[in-house]
C-alpha cells in the first residue's frame, strides 16, 4: 500500500465544503482547473462515475464511502491496482474545516508502483483544494 495527502483549513463551514464537495462530484465544474465529473445515479454509495482529469482520458469509479458531511470516498481501477481518493472534513479547533484530500494505492506491486504514480496523480491537490475551498466560501451547491 502507498498513502498521500494533502491538507487544507478553511472558514467555511463543514456543511458549506460538503456542499462544493457533492456540487463537484455531481458535474459542476468549482473552477478552470477542475476534473470533469459526470454521476451516473444518485449521490450514494455504489453509485459509478465517470472522471475526466485535465488533459487526460476518462475513468470510471465507484463511491466507495459517504458520512455526510465528513467522509466522501470514490475507488479507481487501474491495472492491477486500486485508487482510493477519499476527502475527509473535521472541525478546525480555530473555527471552519479542515479538509484532508487522500489518496491510497492498493494491490499488485503498489509498493513499487505508488512511489511513481501516486505523485503523478496527487500533484494537482493543492490547485484542486483551492477550488473547492473558494467555492464553499462561495456557498456552491450541487
Known amino acids: 500500500m502507498w498513502t498521500t495527502n494533502y491538507e487544507a483549513t ?13 456540487a463537484l462530484h455531481s ?40 458520512e455526510p458531511p465528513v467522509l466522501y470516498a470514490d475507488q479507481t481501477a487501474f491495472g492491477g491496482l486500486t485508487l482510493t481518493f477519499r476527502h475527509r472534513l473535521t472541525l478546525s479547533p480555530a473555527g471552519g474545516t479542515t479538509v484532508r484530500h487522500e489518496l491510497e494505492i492498493t494491490g499488485d506491486d503498489a509498493d513499487e508502483i505508488g ?12 490547485v484542486a483544494m483551492d477550488e473547492l475551498l473558494t467555492a464553499a466560501e462561495r456557498g456552491i451547491r450541487a
Open 10 to 22: 478553511t472558514t467555511s463551514s463543514r456543511e458549506a465544503v460538503w456542499d462544493a464537495l457533492r
Open 27 to 66: 458535474g459542476t465544474a468549482l473552477g478552470p482547473n477542475s476534473d470533469s465529473f459526470e454521476l451516473h445515479g444518485p449521490f450514494e454509495v455504489g453509485t459509478r462515475l465517470t472522471i475526466t482529469p485535465q488533459g487526460q482520458d476518462s475513468m470510471e469509479s465507484l463511491i466507495t464511502e459517504l
Open 115 to 126: 512511489p511513481e504514480l501516486g505523485p503523478q496523480i496527487s500533484g494537482d491537490f493543492p
